[in-house]
């Protein structure tokens, strides 16, 4: 996003002829196509608004072992499958979050663990509190985290915002990291898929003739094949020693190889658009070189359609790597992301004892949504001309 | 008309082509060849594969030449309908396949069926009345649909059946009726399981369809000639099923093409969080055991079958629409 630093003041109208202010008008005449598509895409509520939560997940993103107050590979039998605990924010009439102990016991009859909550102990909640140590940023080694509770590693002193899974690991703080690797995942993924797609979309585009007819027929056949068998059948055949990181890198391969068509659809349809405009035939006629007239000339010009582009490129990435981890194709425990929370959530029986399980669907479909206004909306704003 | 038949059938051929050579790629994927692997899973159930027996698999395969003799005669081996065998399973895969196969064309066809008989009527009603609260209901759940990953819809209706109906909705047959054979009653109940599947899997499209149906008309219906069949008294039904609906069905028509590769897609992971005995379950447990003459055999079918069914919804199409007759591909 182009964040004009200018101080465009409350009336920095954007629509031509608003209001008697022929010095709005002039702004326009004289506006770079950047602001433009800022003055354009202010004006969309829900796309502005959806801009912020997508904001809040990368700061997730960046802060995950900040937000988290328990270490999210701690697992204790003692403490499967416990409900989320209630917080409590008022204390009688003053503010101080407390949660209420919780005792587990092993029920005799059916062998279930079966907690229930001791309203005789407050464990106050400390912001900023003690936790696991972790390095903020990847650089400042601190214990400080968002919130935590006095005694550590006590087990009758925890806090569980959102409960824990089958091996009585918190879920609250898996799912900080789970956002770390889904997200990011997504953004290597596309920046791959756009590679792909610049450059044969722009072949494609610029060129015409036969590499446009071979590229598009190809664009078509991937188009006709159904995805996921084909990312379960390559994703599958990964090795299994493979390093986290390894897999990582594979499986964003793997979904970016089948996603860069609609990427590289539209970079050519702006190609093909732009190539008789008369600023590119003047380039070429002063004799820039072909290089000079795409980088230089061309590409700036639609640089905006191609973020809308990629912006909406991301949630299809973001669900296409929880489905395969989903399903166990994957990045594979102890890597964290929200499939592979979700497999957990496979089975009715399980989720129906423990519906917190299901939690990590919530921020898929919250990011997802959020991406694909988001990219609606700069869409809308990429094109100063449209309606 | 012929020739743009024509073409297209050529485009089917050549992507079968394309996705037969995926499917041996990946059967190939995995280190060792099939007979080792097959030999290693035989031994490990307790029997012995003479050496004559693993003499005679690798000639029949080709093993040991160069990888697209390899193919050539994976490819003669399918076309005499011969699959090879699965390692997991013991038995030829079309048996493994079998009816599965077919009810995953069941489920998709419904699906794509579903996503045609609701997107257009909802499409032409939301532009139609264009900011009534119908327009709004049908643009939330279209949003919802597009956001929502198909499989995550299922777990949640899952979950929401099983604990406020406390009713299973999983599965394509009541569990009486799972392994009776083919009657009159067994279709019967299929067809009663078949509408919630079908609808999950279909939503995602159907929303796409819904907004571009609702864009193209309403740009249909800004233009002149509607005033003027209007002011010349044709009645508003008559008026509007008859020009613009049939002009703004083009793009609508052109993309339809593609829902089913995302149908088929999505009844994979679908078919497994619902339970449905189609071949997405069989296909994990194969990947999963690396059984991959299985697994590919089920990508290739998969990939074939799509390819058959944008063929036939494009030509359903060139005959509907006169003008993709003229167009250029």
């Known amino acids: ?387 | 008309m012929l020739a743009y038949i024509g073409r297209r059938a050529l485009l089917a051929i050549f992507t079968v082509w394309a996705i037969s050579v995926l499917s041996f790629v990946i059967i190939q994927l995995p280190p060792g060849d099939y007979v080792t692997s097959y030999i290693a899973q035989m031994a490990s159930m307790g029997s012995v594969v003479t050496d004559e027996e693993a003499q005679n698999l690798r000639i029949q395969y080709g093993l040991g030449q160069p990888v697209y003799v390899q193919y050539l005669k994976w490819m003669r081996l399918i076309a005499q309908g011969n699959f090879g065998m699965s390692m997991e399973w013991r038995r030829p895969v079309t048996e493994v396949i079998g009816e599965r196969f077919w009810l995953t064309v069941v489920v998709s066809v419904a699906s794509l069926f579903l996503t045609w008989v609701l997107a257009l009527p909802i499409g032409i009603y939301s532009a139609v009345r264009q900011y009534s609260v119908g327009d709004y209901v049908g643009t939330f759940v279209g949003f919802i649909g597009l956001a929502v990953p198909n499989f995550l819809l299922a777990l949640v209706l899952l979950y929401l059946g099983f604990t406020l109906f406390n009713a299973h909705i999983g599965g394509l047959f009541s569990p009486e009726l799972q392994d009776a054979p083919w009657s009159m009653a067994r279709v019967w109940d299929l067809l009663k399981h078949l509408p919630i599947p079908a609808l999950i899997l279909g939503l995602a499209g159907t929303a796409q369809q819904i907004r571009i149906m609702r864009a193209n008309l309403l740009d249909e219906l800004r233009k002149p000639y509607v005033v003027t069949a209007r002011s010349k008294g044709l009645t508003e039904i008559d008026l509007i099923l008859k020009y613009p609906v049939r002009l703004a069905l083009n793009p609508f028509a052109s993309t339809i093409g593609y829902t089913l590769p995302y149908i088929v897609s999505g009844s994979i992971i679908v078919s497994l969080v619902l339970g449905l005995p189609t071949v997405g379950p069989l296909l994990l447990k194969a990947l999963i055991a690396q059984d991959m003459f299985l697994a590919g055999t089920i990508v290739l079918l998969l990939g074939v079958m799509t390819v058959i069914g944008t063929l036939v919804s494009d030509i359903l199409l060139v005959w509907v629409d006169p003008r993709i007759r003229l167009e250029e591909t």
């Open chain 1, 1 to 387: 996003m182009a964040t004009p630093d200018v101080a465009l003041g409350p009336t920095s109208a954007s629509l031509p002829g608003a209001g008697a202010a022929d010095v709005s008008k002039q702004r326009i005449f004289v506006a770079s196509q950047w602001q433009l598509m800022w003055w354009r895409f202010r004006k969309h509520k829900v796309a502005v608004a959806s801009a912020l939560v997508v904001i809040g997940f990368y700061l997730v993103v960046v802060g995950a072992d900040f937000l988290a107050y328990a270490d999210p590979n701690a697992s204790e039998a003692q403490r499967s499958l416990m409900p989320p605990q209630r917080v409590h924010l008022f204390d009688g009439w003053r503010f101080g979050p407390y949660v209420y102990a919780v005792k587990g016991a092993r029920d005799l009859q059916s062998f279930k663990r079966v907690y229930r909550t001791d309203p005789s102990e407050k464990i106050p909640v400390r912001f900023f509190g003690k936790g696991f140590e972790y390095r903020f940023l990847g650089l400042i080694p601190t214990t400080r985290h968002l919130i935590g509770v006095d005694g550590g590693r006590d087990a009758a002193k925890t806090i569980f915002l959102l409960g824990t899974d089958v091996q009585g690991r918190d879920l609250w703080s898996r799912l900080m990291y789970g956002t770390r690797i889904s997200l990011t995942i997504g953004l290597v993924g596309v920046t791959m898929s756009l590679v792909l797609g610049v450059v044969l979309g722009g072949l494609s585009g610029f060129y015409g003739g036969i590499a446009d007819t071979l590229i598009q027929r190809i664009i078509e056949i991937l188009r006709s094949i159904p995805t996921i068998p084909l990312w379960m059948g390559l994703a599958a055949a990964l090795p299994r020693d493979w390093s986290i990181l390894q897999v990582y890198f594979a499986i964003t391969i793997i979904i970016s190889l089948l996603a860069w068509t609609e990427l590289a659809r539209v970079v050519r349809g702006r190609f093909l658009s732009l190539r008789e405009e008369d600023f590119v035939v003047s380039a070429r006629l002063v004799g820039c070189s072909q290089m000079r007239t795409i980088f230089v000339h061309m590409v700036p010009s639609f640089m905006s359609h191609i973020i809308a582009a990629t912006t909406l490129a991301l949630p299809a990435m973001i669900v296409s790597e929880t489905a395969l981890s989903f399903l166990g194709l994957g990045l594979r425990p102890p890597a964290m992301s929200w499939g592979v929370l979700l497999q957990q959530a496979q089975n009715v029986q399980t989720v129906a004892i423990s519906p917190w399980l299901m939690l990590p669907a919530v921020p898929v479909i919250v990011v997802v949504m959020a991406f694909n206004f988001l990219g609606d909306g700069l869409r809308d704003a990429a094109d100063p001309y449209g309606r």
